[in-house]
Structures are given as C-alpha cells and as structure tokens.
C-alpha cells in the first residue's frame, strides 16, 4: 500500500515554490525521500490530509508495538495518541538523520517504554536491557550428550502455509509475540510481520545489528517453538 | 595461507545449528561459518526439518501484519492536529 506516494503526487502539485525549490537544491535524494520531505513540509504547513495520511500509514502499527510494552490496549492508544502530539510538536526539530518513520518510533518506543515502568511496572528492569542471555533457544533435552538431536523434530510439511488463516492458528502467533520481552517483540513485528529493514530496527531501539540479531533469534524460535507443540498436539488427535 | 580444503571445517554440531539460523538467514556468518553451517543442514535431517520450521514461522508472521486494522479514535487525532496548528507561526501556513 503506497499510500503516502498516492498522497504526495497530489501535495507536490499544490506545495509553494519554495518548498520545490528546497526539494530540487539537495541533490543525489531517492524518491522516498523526496515524499518525506515534501510531506513533513505539509505537515508544518497544517496539512490535514497529510497528517491523515500518516496516521493510516503507521497508527495500527503503533498501537501494535506500544502494546508490547504496556499493559492493556488502552495505555497503548495513550501512548501513541501522545507520540503523535510528540511529533507534530517535534517537527520543528527533525533533521532527516533517520526517516521520519524510524524517528516516530524512536519516540514510540521510549514513550511506551517510561509509560511502562510509570504505569505498573509490566516492564521489569530486566525487560529494559536491550538483550538478555537467557540459554538456549531450544530446550536442551531435545539433545542428546553428543548435541545432536536425540529426536528430529516432526515436519510441519506446509502446514503453516494451508492454516495460518485460520483464526485458531492466528491467535496462537499473536499470543505467542504479545508473551515475548517487549524488545524481542518488537524487533519481531517490526522486522517480520512489517517487512522493516536490520537497520531500520536497529534505530528504533538504538541496539547495535548483532543485538538486534539476537533479539530476532530468540523471538523466532520461541514463537517456533509455541506453533511446533500446537502442531505436535494437533497430530497427536 | 593454509588450502581449505585440506583444512577441515569444525564440525557444528544440533545444538549450535538451531542457534546460528538467524545469523545464517541474515546473511550475517562470516564464510566459513557459512561452510560449516551449509555442510551441517546438508548432512542433518533434523536441522532441516528445524530450519523449515523457522522460515515457516517467519512466513507465517508475514501474513499476520496483512490483517488491517480500523483506525479508532480518528476524530481525536485530528482535533489534537488542529489544536497543534492553531500554535503554527502565520507566517508558515501561507
């Protein structure tokens, strides 16, 4: 869905020449970055369809992300109604080092993170520290002393691919991410489920690439874990 | 320099496998690491039958973010947004 694109043909038309003329003096900018820049002047210009075009562009996926870090779906509508009022504030101040999608989150995410530890401390200290070593991500006891498997897992043939429509199925991954720390989940939703970029997460949470791996990690295989014991009870019936 | 070939790779063994999948998928193993990792899924039908399952769960999330959801509380944002720019400079809202 290239919402913003569809938007911004129309706002370039009607942005004032020296708006264009800022656009066309830097030189060397891709097209996404030309649509931001002509987007964030709509913005300061008081733009109502570009704001709305922002909002149905990341609103859901906000709301998604808070929700990681704070405790019910309500908080996390707070959270990102006051990222929102953080941004168009804070527009002023954008400087184009990141995206304007990874700075929104960047705020996102340390809004939800301090409303959190406010709220009723859902997050725990250790939740907060960017990764944690917690063993292994597959339990030990499907190895045996040579660490090789001592039983191959069961394939799943393509069964995610026939089921994962169903709502059954849907709920399970759903509950599964909702279950990890808020950065592993995340970095989960943000790389997996939103299709981001390493380096685009990585300025999100402000971790380095090799932390970020590790936070995908181990938010993969515990979600692999979870579908492999639905999948095991279902053949087992 | 040492021929690789006559070289043998350390021998990865399940337990390392399951924890290299990211990395290897993230295109972010050195190369022998890779070697070592390639020459293991070769060798392994387990850490096949693991690997797929990762790349399943991955698909799998891929198609959860296609269910959209309804923006609530549009009309909320949007006054907030025309509070905010009633504190806009007259000079910037030509």
């Known amino acids: 869905m290239d919402f913003i694109g569809v938007q911004m043909s129309r706002l370039e038309l009607s942005a004032p020449a020296t708006n264009r003329r800022l656009i066309n003096d830097i030189p060397m900018l891709t097209l996404v970055q030309t649509q931001e820049l002509a987007l964030i002047a709509a913005l300061r210009r008081g733009d109502e369809a570009a704001f709305l075009s922002l909002i149905e562009q990341f609103h859901a996926m906000m709301i998604r992300v808070a929700r990681k870090y704070v405790p019910t779906y309500e908080v996390a509508e707070e959270v990102v109604q006051g990222t929102w009022l953080g941004v168009l504030h804070g527009l002023d101040r954008f400087e184009h080092r990141a995206s304007l999608k990874t700075w929104i989150f960047h705020i996102l995410t340390n809004r939800a993170k301090s409303r959190a530890q406010r709220e009723d401390r859902h997050v725990t200290f250790s939740d907060l520290l960017h990764f944690q070593i917690d063993g292994p991500t597959v339990d030990p006891d499907c190895f045996g002393p040579d660490e090789w498997w001592k039983f191959y897992p069961n394939s799943w043939d393509n069964r995610v691919e026939e089921h994962v429509l169903g709502q059954e199925l849907y709920a399970l991954i759903e509950q599964a991410v909702q279950t990890l720390p808020p950065d592993q989940a995340t970095v989960i939703t943000l790389r997996d489920m939103e299709g981001w970029t390493a380096a685009e997460v990585c300025a999100v949470l402000e971790v380095s690439e090799e932390n970020q791996r590790v936070l995908l990690h181990r938010a993969r295989a515990k979600v692999r874990t979870k579908l492999n014991h639905y999948f095991d009870r279902t053949n087992a019936k | ?94």
């Open chain 2, 1 to 94: 320099m040492t021929n690789p070939i006559s070289e043998p790779y350390p021998e990865l063994t399940c337990r390392e496998f399951v924890e290299l999948v990211t990395e290897y998928l993230e295109g972010s193993l050195t190369p022998t690491a890779c070697t070592c990792f390639e020459a293991h899924f070769a060798d392994c039908e387990g850490c096949q039958i693991y690997l797929d399952q990762m790349q399943q769960t991955i698909k799998a999330l891929g198609k959860l973010s296609e269910e959209a959801v309804p923006v609530a509380g549009k009309a909320q944002l949007l006054a907030c947004f025309r509070d905010w720019k009633r504190t806009l400079p007259a000079v910037i809202s030509v």
